[in-house]
């Protein structure tokens, strides 16, 4: 499967930014899609994991109540709507997709990702 991030940019800290990552080739469902970032300097780190159908989802300490992943299965696309942006959060967002099992800890890993996309800038200023 290939997969394309998009809808990263500059926002001040306090608004909302949505990033899309777009996928194609093999069935997009069969994976379990996550997003993760990566600032410099430090190692990547998961943001959020959303199962198959989209019934499950997980989300970092760091973010959880404010960002929100989902995902359309028939328009091949998993989303990461990020709310109350902080500087803490300016990084290269990464979607991708693994092939685990939602109960393997490896989904919450980079090692459990099979694909992954190009990555998409955000950045928040103060």
């Known amino acids: 499967v290939q997969l394309q991030a998009s809808g990263g940019g500059l926002v001040q800290a306090g608004t909302s930014l949505r990033l899309s990552c777009a996928a194609s080739?093999?069935?997009?469902?069969?994976?379990?899609m996550g997003w993760f970032r990566q600032a410099p300097g430090k190692e990547r780190e998961i943001v959020a994991v959303i199962s198959r159908g989209g019934g499950s989802t997980y989300y970092a300490d760091s973010v959880k109540g404010r960002f929100t992943i989902s995902r359309d299965n028939a328009k091949n696309t998993v989303y990461l709507q990020m709310s109350i942006l902080k500087p803490e959060d300016t990084a290269v967002y990464y979607c991708?997709?693994?092939?685990?099992?939602?109960?393997?800890?490896?989904?919450?890993?980079?090692?459990?990702?099979?694909?992954w996309g190009q990555g998409t800038q955000v950045t928040v200023s103060s």
């Open positions: 080739g093999r069935a997009f469902s069969t994976y379990n």
């Open positions: 991708a997709a693994s092939e685990l099992g939602w109960a393997s800890p490896g989904r919450l890993k980079t090692y459990g990702y099979d694909y």
